[in-house]
């Protein structure tokens, strides 16, 4: 379980937004898999265990939750944010867009989660904790969805329009995710962690699957 010394209603609120975001991961890889069960099963059979492995990882951080405030008010509660992130990655689903919930999902918000927890890691290490294998589960499992996603993208056969397109999905994404930095930046500089480079790194990640 990973605990976070001198706990704060930041460091909660922190957990929060990753509880939350596994929770959106492994709903929105969950519809994935299902959309492409048929056209593609090997990618339809990875995204199925993605789902599992992000509902793994949002037992820890429910968990750690609990285990900073047992009696906290986040373990079941949905994020303004990451909700309207989640129905627009469902409904792109829905109408046939499944590159762009990829690009969304796996190349844009787990290029996030992958900078936060790999950042959170190197706090935790400073501090000693352990459950080194936990953690490292996590990184690495988060490190493979992103792989896979710029793969993904990266192999498809776009036209010079519908590659436009994909880019000018990215814009509300990128607005989200700007403001969910801002919602948690407190959180973060309690923990010393500092997102400067998040969406530097998230844009070049979106051009690199792109290229």
């Not at 099963?41 to 037992?59: C, D, G, I, N, W």
Request: hydrophobic share 40%.
């Amino acid at each position: 379980m990973i605990t976070i010394a001198n706990p704060s209603i930041e460091t909660e609120h922190f957990l929060f937004v990753l509880l939350a975001g596994e929770r959106l991961a492994a709903s929105v890889s969950a519809k994935q898999s299902k959309f492409l069960k048929s056209s593609n099963p090997k990618v339809s059979r990875f995204l199925k265990a993605q789902s599992r492995q992000e509902s793994f990882h949002a037992s820890v951080f429910r968990a750690s939750l609990l285990w900073l405030n047992p009696k906290s008010r986040y373990t079941h509660k949905e994020h303004p944010i990451l909700t309207n992130m989640q129905k627009q990655l469902e409904d792109a689903i829905d109408h046939g867009r499944i590159e762009e919930s990829i690009l969304g999902l796996q190349v844009m918000i787990e290029e996030l989660g992958e900078c936060a927890l790999n950042d959170l890691d190197i706090t935790l290490e400073k501090y000693r904790f352990g459950l080194h294998k936990v953690r490292r589960i996590i990184l690495n499992q988060e490190k493979a969805h992103h792989t896979f996603g710029e793969r993904y993208i990266a192999e498809q056969k776009f036209t010079l329009a519908s590659r436009q397109t994909l880019l000018r999905s990215c814009d509300s994404y990128l607005d989200d995710i700007d403001t969910l930095l801002a919602d948690i930046e407190p959180a973060l500089n309690s923990l010393n962690i500092s997102p400067q480079d998040y969406l530097q790194r998230i844009s070049s990640s979106i051009y690199q699957a792109l290229s």
